[in-house]
């Protein structure tokens, strides 16, 4: 999709609703502006936000139970085994 915007007398653009929709963009959303120098051609792309980027950490964590009570912890680990 390609589409045509203005730069305002402030420096803004505005999306138009059909790219806002196509890329499930909503208000308050970032972006990361690119520019090639040699080019003069820039890229905008949207910054994940960090409701995606938790969700990307945790698809990669290991899920731990806390120790609530240390000395039976330490027990249990004291000879490098632990008890099942």
Do not use: C, W
Not at 35 to 64: C, Q, R, W
């Amino acid at each position: 999709m390609k589409t045509v915007v203005t730069l305002s007398s402030k420096g803004q653009l505005t999306l138009p609703a059909a790219v806002r929709k196509a890329l499930r963009l909503e208000q308050g959303d970032r972006f990361e502006i690119s520019i090639d120098e040699k080019t003069g051609t820039m890229n905008i792309a949207p910054v994940a936000g960090i409701e995606a980027l938790s969700a990307l950490i945790s698809s990669y964590a290991t899920i731990i139970e806390p120790v609530t009570d240390v000395d039976a912890y330490y027990q249990e680990h004291r000879n490098g085994e632990r008890a099942n």
